[in-house]
């Protein structure tokens, strides 16, 4: 039997261990390796040795098995459950682990309270007291796992900025470039859902890689150690966060401080897709150069979703969430008077 003599039977062997049941694919392995053995060892070469010709044909030979072992493989589990697949199994234990929280959607800009799955995008545009720009495509989000029960991990992309100069200015805009990469890992600790009590209390921590160029980006690593409250009124839902950012070396401690955040966002839910919301985001400056001063915005708003990509599938997990807003400083200290906040968000 010369090389590749043999490539008839081996299909002929793998599509009966394919087609038949358990019973017969035992018999059709032990006639695979036979047929190999036959085609590589025994061949044209005396005594079963392998010769030069042979040996220069055996890469191919084994690209050859390889693609025959992966039509065999396609070709087994083609014939299992399609419920029984991994992203099935993947998916009802997500639903399975969020039934026992509130159904809110995340705000636009609080960290959401519960525990969620997403694949998120946003872009802001700021516009700073002496009337600069800067637009933040991404703003730190990313995709956001529920790898096991009551835990939530994100990684975040590192956001890229757009600087515009104001309008006649002679000094140039800051230098584009990106921001940094960060983190998010939120335990929750206790939960009830819609129909039983309707609120969620959480913990989680935002770590910060600094990756930005062109001081994007802090100088230092930081990790922000925050509490997340929620609490659900029929129709209305209430979700608080606050924590305070330490850095890891004293470079950004001595610019920067450690800064003290607290989110307060108030949805209320309208017809079957819109919530339209109200937050206030606000900032105290503990140490650093702003040490003692406080900015706060408000952020009115509006989220329409989810929007299922097969409603007719009650399984399916699969739906969009956009939405917007603009924040508008209400503090006389503020590092910009008011933000376009833009949101578009694919839950898996």
Same mark, same amino acid.
């Given at each position: 039997?010369?090389?590749?003599?043999?490539?008839?039977?081996?299909?002929?062997?793998?599509?009966?261990?394919?087609?038949?049941?358990?019973?017969?694919?035992?018999?059709?392995?032990?006639?695979?390796?036979?047929?190999?053995?036959?085609?590589?060892?025994?061949?044209?070469?005396?005594?079963?040795?392998?010769?030069?010709?042979?040996?220069?044909?055996?890469?191919?030979?084994?690209?050859?098995?390889?693609?025959?072992?992966?039509?065999?493989?396609?070709?087994?589990?083609?014939?299992?459950?399609?419920?029984?697949?991994?992203?099935?199994?993947?998916?009802?234990?997500?639903?399975?682990?969020?039934?026992?929280?509130?159904?809110?959607?995340?705000?636009?800009?609080?960290?959401?309270?519960?525990?969620?799955?997403?694949?998120?995008?946003?872009?802001?545009?700021?516009?700073?007291?002496?009337?600069?720009?800067?637009?933040?495509?991404?703003?730190?989000?990313?995709?956001?796992?529920?790898?096991?029960?009551?835990?939530?991990?994100?990684?975040?992309?590192?956001?890229?900025?757009?600087?515009?100069?104001?309008?006649?200015?002679?000094?140039?805009?800051?230098?584009?470039?990106?921001?940094?990469?960060?983190?998010?890992?939120?335990?929750?600790?206790?939960?009830?859902?819609?129909?039983?009590?309707?609120?969620?209390?959480?913990?989680? *921590?935002?770590? #910060?890689?600094?990756?930005?160029?062109?001081?994007?980006?802090? !100088?230092?690593?930081? $990790? @922000?150690?925050? /509490? &997340?409250?929620?609490?659900?009124?029929?129709?209305?839902?209430?979700?608080?966060? *606050?924590?305070? #950012?330490?850095?890891?070396?004293?470079?950004?401690?001595?610019? !920067?401080?450690?800064? $003290? @955040?607290?989110? /307060? &966002?108030?949805?209320?839910?309208?017809?079957?897709?819109?919530?339209?919301?109200?937050?206030?985001?606000?900032?105290?400056?503990?140490?650093?150069?702003?040490?003692?001063?406080?900015?706060?915005?408000?952020?009115?708003?509006?989220?329409?979703?989810?929007?299922?990509?097969?409603?007719?599938?009650?399984?399916?997990?699969?739906?969009?969430?956009?939405?917007?807003?603009?924040?508008?400083?209400?503090?006389?200290?503020?590092?910009?008077?008011?933000?376009?906040?833009?949101?578009?968000?694919?839950?898996?």
């Amino acid at each position: 039997m010369a090389p590749f003599d043999f490539a008839g039977p081996v299909i002929e062997a793998l599509a009966e261990a394919g087609r038949t049941t358990a019973d017969h694919v035992a018999f059709a392995h032990p006639k695979i390796e036979k047929l190999i053995i036959q085609g590589m060892v025994v061949g044209t070469c005396p005594r079963g040795a392998f010769c030069h010709h042979n040996m220069n044909k055996l890469p191919l030979t084994l690209l050859f098995l390889l693609g025959c072992a992966s039509v065999y493989a396609q070709t087994t589990s083609a014939t299992t459950d399609s419920d029984q697949n991994f992203y099935a199994r993947f998916c009802t234990q997500t639903n399975a682990i969020q039934s026992k929280q509130p159904n809110w959607p995340p705000p636009l800009v609080t960290t959401y309270t519960g525990l969620f799955q997403v694949v998120r995008f946003d872009a802001l545009h700021q516009i700073t007291p002496t009337l600069g720009q800067t637009w933040n495509i991404d703003n730190s989000k990313g995709v956001s796992i529920i790898p096991w029960n009551r835990t939530e991990i994100d990684v975040n992309l590192p956001p890229y900025l757009d600087h515009i100069a104001p309008s006649g200015s002679t000094k140039p805009a800051p230098t584009n470039g990106a921001g940094d990469m960060s983190f998010l890992g939120k335990f929750r600790v206790v939960s009830a859902n819609d129909k039983s009590g309707a609120y969620v209390i959480s913990i989680f *921590a935002l770590a #910060t890689i600094p990756t930005g160029s062109y001081k994007n980006g802090s !100088t230092d690593a930081s $990790v @922000t150690p925050s /509490l &997340a409250v929620g609490k659900g009124f029929g129709p209305l839902a209430i979700q608080t966060t *606050a924590g305070t #950012t330490l850095y890891m070396d004293r470079p950004a401690t001595k610019t !920067t401080g450690n800064p $003290v @955040t607290w989110n /307060l &966002a108030a949805q209320y839910k309208i017809a079957k897709y819109f919530w339209p919301e109200l937050e206030s985001n606000a900032t105290f400056y503990k140490g650093g150069t702003n040490h003692g001063k406080s900015q706060e915005f408000l952020t009115p708003g509006l989220l329409i979703g989810k929007l299922k990509l097969h409603p007719d599938d009650a399984h399916s997990r699969a739906g969009l969430t956009f939405g917007g807003g603009m924040q508008i400083a209400t503090s006389t200290f503020h590092s910009y008077n008011h933000e376009l906040v833009l949101t578009a968000r694919w839950i898996y």
